[in-house]
């Protein structure tokens, strides 16, 4: 049998919710369940207000207009990520300035980003790889030094805490993702967690395309009007009713993947006691949500076999980010400040696992035994 690389999560309580919406007569965004996922995610992750994004691509772009990101602006993250940490900054007419990751986490190298930093320089948008967390102490003491926003880049992040706070609820803004391959979906989503109440007001109008509508339809104004720049972030009240039941049972979700990260571990830590390969190491600060399993073969060539090799055996293990700063947009848009110690030799290293929530003990041991047996043991 086929052993796909994701399975998107179900409950299956999701048609119940959806008849609900349609029943309703009312399918557009900020509907109830719009604002029963928002209420569950501001419970979740402490943070005074979330709202609900079509993606975790247009909460960065929100939060770039959000942090006053202009023209000629500077922003600092790791070149090892997804296009949409970039972009949102480069819609803005910035410059992105890519530093090297740690090796341990393939997160940002916190000690990088002080050397990257210039007058132009407007924030920090650090990116929590695999759902565990970046060094936000020392990501937020350099930000403070030199009032810059943070922008976390928590896509992948959802459930996982640094210190026992939420990821994404840190920084000044955060941004989740409900994509099909991430940890709870909606198909395509996201959320912005607005972490000072002083920008809530100003976020809501971002989203509403930059209209007071919010306030109209809570009897504030008796007209709605044009008030500052803005888009049409919201996502339909459809595709809240699909998430929810997700957010109801997040625990429940969380502690099934764990489950199958430690069985992979547990399954895969001979292999790395005799060197063969490397795997993923979690900072004690941090709780990770089990968001992907990926080990790191000696180099490029060798992952490139592995993958045949399991293909080959019907299983699904794919790669991940081509660094941002070798792409030719990359080149135009940004620029990689300091040495590239670990972002390309290591993210040509890495491959990642099956990982879905349901993934039950028995693929996993299937999986780790064809790994097994391509290194001959
Ligand atoms: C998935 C992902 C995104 C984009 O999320 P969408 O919801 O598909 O827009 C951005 N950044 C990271 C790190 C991601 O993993």
Redesign the pocket.
């Known amino acids: 049998m086929h052993i796909r690389f994701n399975v998107p999560p179900v409950t299956g309580r999701e048609d119940g919710y959806i008849q609900e919406v349609i029943k309703s007569g009312r399918i557009c965004g900020d509907g109830e369940f719009t604002h029963r996922c928002e209420k569950l995610l501001e419970e979740m992750t402490g943070a005074p207000r979330v709202l609900l994004?079509?993606?975790?691509?247009?909460?960065?772009e929100m939060a770039a207009v959000m942090a006053g990101i202009q023209p000629g602006d500077e922003v600092i993250l790791p070149s090892y990520?997804?296009?949409?940490?970039a972009n949102a900054f480069v819609l803005r007419g910035a410059k992105v300035v890519f530093v090297d990751i740690r090796p341990d986490t393939m997160n940002i190298d916190e000690n990088m980003i002080e050397q990257a930093i210039t007058e132009k320089t407007k924030a920090i948008a650090p990116?929590?790889?695999a759902g565990v967390g970046c060094e936000m102490d020392r990501i937020m003491e350099i930000a403070d030094r030199y009032s810059l926003k943070v922008i976390e880049?928590?896509?992948?992040g959802v459930m996982s805490t640094y210190k026992g706070r939420a990821l994404g609820s840190i920084g000044d803004f955060g941004?989740?993702?409900?994509?099909e391959?991430?940890n709870y979906s909606m198909g395509?989503?996201?959320a912005i967690l607005i972490n000072d109440p002083a920008d809530v007001e100003r976020a809501e109008i971002i989203r509403e395309k930059g209209t007071n509508r919010k306030r109209f339809l809570e009897g504030k104004v008796d007209k709605y009007t044009w008030v500052s720049e803005g888009s049409s972030y919201l996502p339909s009240d459809i595709n809240a009713a699909y998430l929810f039941p997700q957010l109801e049972m997040a625990e429940e979700i969380d502690q099934d993947r764990l489950a199958s990260w430690n069985t992979y571990y547990r399954e895969l830590e001979p292999l790395a006691r005799a060197g063969k390969i490397s795997l993923p190491v979690i900072p004690e600060e941090c709780e990770h949500n089990a968001?992907m399993f990926y080990i790191k073969t000696k180099d490029n060539a060798e992952r490139s076999s592995l993958i045949r090799f399991l293909a080959d055996r019907d299983i699904s293990a794919v790669f991940h980010y081509i660094p941002l700063h070798s792409s030719d947009a990359g080149r135009e848009f940004g620029e990689f400040r300091g040495e590239d110690r670990f972002t390309t030799k290591d993210s040509m290293r890495l491959l990642r696992l099956p990982m879905y929530y349901g993934l039950d003990e028995e693929t996993i041991k299937r999986v780790a035994e064809a790994v097994f047996e391509f290194y001959g043991m």
């Open positions: 994004t079509c993606s975790c691509t247009q909460a960065l990520t997804f296009v949409s940490t990116v929590h790889y880049d928590a896509a992948q941004c989740y993702s409900f994509h391959t991430k395509e989503g996201g968001h």
